[in-house]
Nanobody
């Protein structure tokens, strides 16, 4: 059974940094698309950063240059390094995975993913 467990959320001041982790179990890590999504209160879930099955990255315009997605294949962990955080980054952050092949902007579409974690809260104060 596929399981994704996020951690690393918290409260920081504007300009600060956080690193989110997503521990993956229940399937072969290689060959899956992986992504981070976020959902702020009253807003739709949006794709933030993604890795395709070849390791290529895709980012939302709002986080380019500030966030970085990476993975540790040996440990089956997906990371999201978030720098220069702003109050508008406040949201619940979710890890997602799918075994199908998606590329480019498709990687940031919620409906492309079958597996989801429970989320970790990130709060940025001004």
């Amino acid at each position: 059974q596929v399981r994704l467990v996020e951690s690393g959320g918290g409260s920081v001041q504007a300009g600060g940094s956080l690193r989110l982790s997503c521990e993956v179990s229940g399937y072969s890590y290689n060959g899956y698309c992986m992504a981070w999504f976020r959902q702020a209160p009253g807003k739709e879930r949006e794709g933030v950063a993604a890795l395709d099955s070849d390791g290529h990255t895709t980012y939302a315009e709002s986080v380019k240059g500030r966030f970085a997605i990476s993975q540790d294949n040996a440990k089956n962990i997906l990371y999201l390094q978030m720098n220069s955080l702003q109050p508008e980054d406040t949201a619940m952050y979710y890890c997602a995975a799918d075994s199908r092949v998606w590329v480019g902007s498709l990687l940031l579409q919620e409906r492309r993913y079958n597996y989801w974690g429970q989320g970790t809260q990130v709060t940025v104060s001004s």
